[in-house]
Structures are given as structure tokens and as C-alpha cells.
């Protein structure tokens, strides 16, 4: 599903974000990608999402090379993915069920089709009762479940979790990890999560990618991760 | 339809979000019309009368009774014609000198038919047609120092004086018009510059979710049109009453009949197009600077 052959990152102002990375993650995997900041998760995110090109190597996801993409063609191949931000990044004038329609309507997606997505979106979440919530009348773990219905339902292959609990208590982090499981396990969604959460990673095992300064440092299908 | 309707509501739903800047811009584009509305007024009525007046420009030559014989009435008629400015001068008789009076007196020129034949005491003459108006004073005096010419007229000194008044006037107009329409495109710059910052979350979502770079640019390239249409319904209604008005009320006719003003209709039609058009490319092309520069496509 996703494939990173030799994958180097030098950005313009010098920094070497990824050196040499090689892995292969399949569809249907729940992976946490882990490492200090600077280690290169970011950047993994971003070649993957198709925001930024590798200096050297291949990305293909779903059997793409991203980085040879015309540009044109980028929005079309970002359909196939869903994001989910540390900051939940929901529009505060919208409602629970705006918010996700949102990202039906901008592709847009059939009327009538995109509102009975939203409505399940919502309802795989647990929302179903805070439809016409608008953000800022919801908790953090609430803003960060609308944003994963945002993220799934256009029905994405690959959904990229950049810190999707950083924001939130253990309690909260928790019910996010459940849900991304339940997405996981029902929609054979592959999951790539981003995180600094040792807690949740060692609780939670899953197979687990350590990044140190733009090396690959373990992959342990395993899961779980010491310091 | 759908997408369309989309992208106008969002466009009207940015205007609103910066009702200030957006009628600081509607003002703008207001202002500059109205004076391109006055520009296209006077143009096309100064070429119109220009036209008419062109017609009107050229010399009445005299023959010196003296010079009365098919030889140095030819002699005279070349050398005219080798004048510099010079389009055409045409030989005109006694006889033809006579119709063109009885002519002017219009139903009282009757009278002079009794001078008609041998008892006719009018000259014979040239009618020296100009190819510039302007240089029609000079032609005029080398044609007084030809030899058989008894004297030369001409009208229509006035006239290049004041078309040459209204064309300073159409250029003043034209440098305002541009000054005018430079502030305008900035101004609608800047509106289309906020409303691109204030939906900057918006936009980061859409790129995330994969909305394309024209689906994305096309709400405020409305935003920019929407701005141009409104402010060209004030200024297009009213060029267009007070140019009627103006017509009815100078019926039809700038100063003397010569300068006979277009009419109205379908005139006020054209130039009322002309405006909208105007008004909606302002509006795009400022749109269209702020959206290339601040929604440029990046990955």
C-alpha cells in the first residue's frame, strides 16, 4: 500500500529531514510512526500526503509515485487519503454535520450521496447526537472525533493521523485510539499515526516505526517502545 | 449548477465578510465608471462631429476676373492641387456657383435665378478640400499668393478650435480613467487579499481533502466580478438617464445643428455594455492578482 524505497529529504535551507528511508507498510495495517521532534515524522507525512516531492528515492501509495505527480493531479490522489491534525482544525461556523459535509461538498461529491456519508461518518464516531453542534460547544476529544468523520468520509485508503491526541487527557486519547481501531478493524482503513504518546504506544501495541534524526532507527511489528 | 451556485454564495458570503473594503472597492469601481462613462460620451460624440465637421472643412477660391480662361483656370487648379495638405480642389462655375447660392437661401434663393447666363456676376471658383483641418489656415494663405486667385474663404476655425478643446478634454479624461482604474484594481486586490486570509483554515481543509486548485480560486475570482457588476449599476444608470436627459433637453444637438449629438438608442445600449464589461474585467483582473499571487498553486 504504502512504499518507501531509499527515501531522501534535504530541504532549501540545508536540513536533511530523511536519510535513506526503505519501509513497506500494507493495506489494512494500523502503524504508529514515533520519534523526537526533528526526527523526520513530519516529513514522512508530508511526502505521503504529496505536499512536498523526495530529493532521492520513491513514495508510492496505493500504487502511485507521489512524487512524480503533476501537480494538477495531486488534489485527485489526495481523495484516496484522510488527515486528522493535532489541532483538530475544524471550521468554528459550521456545524458537527457542516464541518464533515465540508469535505464531501469541496470534492464534490453528489448531494444526496455526501450527506448520507456525513451522517455515517458521524455516527461511526459516535456523534450522531451532536449533529448540529457547532465546535466550540464540544470537548477536545468531541473536535478531534468530528475531524476524524471529516477525514473518512470520502472513504480513504490510507488515513494519517499526525498527533491526533496530543491535545487531549489519557481519558480522551483513548477514546480516539478506540475509534481508530474500530475504523481500522471495520473499514480495513491503513492507519499511520504520528505521536509522541509512549503510553499509548506501549498500551496500544501495534506495529511501531522509531525515526532519529532522519533515520530509520527500529520497526518492530511487535509494537511497543523504550527510549 | 450546483458547483456554480456554490461558488457564487461563497462569493457573496466574502463580499459581506468585508463590507467595508468591499464598498470602499464598489466606490472605486464606481467612481472610475462614471468617469469612463463620460469618456465614451464625449469619444464617440467627437467622432461623430469630427465626421461631420471634416466634411465642412475647405477653402472657397475666387478667379480673378482676369484670370477667367480655360488656360489659367487649369494653371491655377494645378498648381492648388500641388499645395502641400492639399486632398482635392475642384473646379466649380458660374453656373455652379449660383445653384449653390440659390442653395443656401434655401426657398428665397428663387430670386437670384434671373442672374443665371451672361448677367451672372459671380466668380468663378475652386472648392479646395483640406486633408487635415488643422492645417487649413496655412493652405489658405499660399493659396492667397497664387496668381488669379481674387480671394479665399473658409470656415470652420472655430469648429477645430473646439474639437481640439474636447479632444484635451477626452484626454484628460483618458488619464483619470486610467489613474482611477489602477486604484480600483488594487483596491479589489486588497478586498480579495482579506477574504483569501480570513478563509485561510477553509482552505487548508480543501487542499487537505482534495479539492482542485480551480475549485478553490474560482469563489473569489466571483468575489471580484460580483464587485465589478455592482459598482457599474450606479454609473450605468446614470450615464445612461443623463445622456437622454441631455439629448431631449439640447434637442439633439451640441451648440449648432452641425454638431449633432448620437442618439440615445440604441447608443446608451452599447456604451452601457461597454461599461459592464469594463467593470466586470476590473473586477476579475484585481481578483485575478490577489488569487495568483496569495493562492498560488503549491503541492
Redesign the interface.
Known sequence: MIILKQVFKTYKNGTNALNGISLTIEQGEFVYIIGPTGSGKSTIIRLI?????PTKGIVEVAGVNVGKLR??K??????N???VFQDF?L?EQKTVFENVL??L????AP?IEARKRAREACALVGLSDKLTSFPHQLSGGQQQRVAIA?AIA?QPKVLICDEPTGNLDPAKSKEIIDILEKINREYHTTILMVTHAQILVNNYRRRTIALSDGYLVSDLSAGGYNE | MRRLLRHIKEAFIGLFRHIAMTLSSISTITITLLFVGLFLLITLNVEQFTYAVEGSVNIHVKIDQRFEDDASVNTLGLRIRALNGVKTATFSSKDNELDAMIESFGENGSIFESYRGKDNPLRMAYLVEIADGADIETVAVSIRELEGVEAVAYGGVRVIELLSLLENTRQFVYILVAGLGIIAIFLIANTIKLSIASRGLEISIMRTVGATNGFIRTPFLFEGLLIGIFGSILPIALVSIGYIWMFDSMGGQFITPMFALVNPFPFIYYVSAAMLLIAMGVGLFGSGLSVGKHLRWKR
Open positions: 500526503n504529496g505536499e512536498e516531492i501537480h494538477s495531486v488534489p485527485l490522489y489526495r481523495r487519503l484522510g488527515v482544525k471550521l465540508f469535505a461538498e469541496v470534492v464534490n448531494t471529516r470520502n
